[in-house]
């Protein structure tokens, strides 16, 4: 099973928003690098749910339900979506400052790609950002 990050803006799709549907189509990415993770993706695949812009934090788990198909949100059909389901919230969310200040994430591409909007985590750093959360996924 592979681990992952989405990060959405909360004025567009929260949390709370992915909460109250059984499942969502993750859509509307436009960029070859993280259209690539959305390909890579499998069912039962976990990833973090981030809030981006003003939070820039972890606030969720969730696990995608659908492999990759085109995105409704393209009329051109170049790009892809994948369908997730809300797991469970963090108990306390992690934000980007704590990530930052852990020698134990440097390599997360949440640091090193902050602009890249989809990207895969590996199992050490899920595990200890599962941990600051407070949460097992």
Not at 64 to 70: G, I, L, S
Not at 73 to 98: E, F, H, I, S
Not at 104 to 119: D, H, N
Request: charged share 25%.
């Amino acid at each position: 099973m592979a681990r992952w990050l989405l990060k959405s803006e909360p004025g567009c799709w929260s949390w709370d928003d992915q909460t109250k549907v059984v499942t969502e189509p993750w859509s509307g990415v436009r960029n070859h690098q993280a259209a690539k993770s959305l390909r890579a993706m499998r069912p039962g695949d976990r990833a973090f749910f981030y809030h981006s812009v003003d939070e820039k934090r972890i606030v969720g788990v969730v696990e995608v339900v659908r492999e990759a198909y085109p995105d409704p949100t393209d009329p051109d059909g170049r790009w892809v979506a994948v369908d997730v389901k809300a797991v469970t919230p963090l108990a306390n969310p992690v934000t980007l400052a704590q990530i930052k200040h852990d020698p134990r994430l440097e390599t997360l591409p949440l640091i090193r790609q902050s602009r890249l909007s989809v990207m895969p985590v590996d199992d050490e750093a899920w595990e200890i950002l599962c941990g600051l959360g407070r949460v097992q996924a």
